[in-house]
């Protein structure tokens, strides 16, 4: 995949064109909610936290969280839009947080996986940051269980790319059981629908997507070009609901 600089790209629009509604974020906090401990509160660390898209939600739910970004501008815009006060943001790289050992109950990677250089350092770091019994929550897509949005058979070579992004959920597994973690839970969570199919392409056009980037500029203007095309026929029609791959590990004590 071609490495992504949120610092130069995306982080601009991010915010707004991955927005979730609140019907979404509340899923998804349901769906944590159902793998991690009943006890409150909970120490969490959101890792990849980008713009704060889930943190403060997290806070809200679990107890203090600290987001873990790279990119300056990911966190500037995280510590502009998305503040609650038990939500904190620190630079640092799943592959090396500036966080205490065993200080979390857990860790969640909400597309942030792929994004990760080093992942053999990463689980080792993980399995350093999450106390023994603590939770990983594994919001990735796999190259075998890749859900599929209804926009993407517009683009040229569309689902090959988009799946070219991830790794084999087997080959994920290996890596993490290898490395102090077990697997406790592994499903799909229903994202609702995230409004109307025009909305939806509106947003697509600001292409904070990593996708995109994957693309030649002339598969990214005929992609466009046909889903304008099929968006136009019914453009108030909702977006489906998609089943999204969930990974739940546990730290090894
Ligand atoms: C697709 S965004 C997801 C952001 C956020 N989790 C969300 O769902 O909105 C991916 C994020 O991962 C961050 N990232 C890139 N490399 C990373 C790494 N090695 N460790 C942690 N995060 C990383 C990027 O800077 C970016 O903010």
């Known amino acids: 995949m071609r490495r ?57 739910a679990f107890g203090p969280v600290t987001g873990v ?19 904190r943001y620190v630079a ?23 994004h990760v250089q080093d992942k053999p350092r990463a689980v080792r770091e993980l399995a350093r940051v999450v106390r023994p019994g603590g939770r990983l929550l594994l919001r990735a897509n796999f190259s075998d269980h890749h859900p599929m949005p209804w926009w993407l058979e517009y683009f040229p070579r569309g689902f090959e790319v988009d799946t070219a992004l991830f790794q084999p959920l087997h080959e994920v597994i290996e890596m993490f059981t290898s490395g102090g973690w077990r697997v406790t839970d592994f499903g799909t969570v229903t994202q609702p629908s ?29 992609g466009f070009r046909n889903l304008e095309r099929a968006v136009a026929a019914d453009p108030d029609a909702p977006v489906p609901a998609l089943s999204e791959p969930l990974l739940t590990l546990e730290r090894r004590p």
């Open 4 to 60: 992504i600089d949120y610092d130069t790209e995306q982080y601009r629009d991010y915010a707004r064109g991955r927005a979730f509604t609140e019907r979404q974020l509340r899923a998804w906090i349901g769906a944590f909610e159902a793998v991690l401990p009943e006890r409150r509160p909970l120490e969490g660390l959101d890792v990849g936290s980008g713009t704060g898209r889930l943190t403060p939600a997290l806070a809200r």
């Open 69 to 87: 970004e790279p990119s300056i501008r990911m966190r500037e815009t995280a510590q502009e839009r998305s503040r609650h006060p038990d939500a």
């Open 92 to 114: 640092g790289l799943a592959e090396d947080m500036p966080v205490p050992s065993a200080g979390a109950d857990y860790a969640l990677m909400f597309l942030s996986w792929h």
């Open 194 to 222: 995230s409004g109307t199919r025009g909305e939806r392409l509106e947003r697509l056009r600001l292409r904070t997507l990593s996708f995109f980037a994957q693309l030649a500029p002339d598969e990214v203007e005929t």
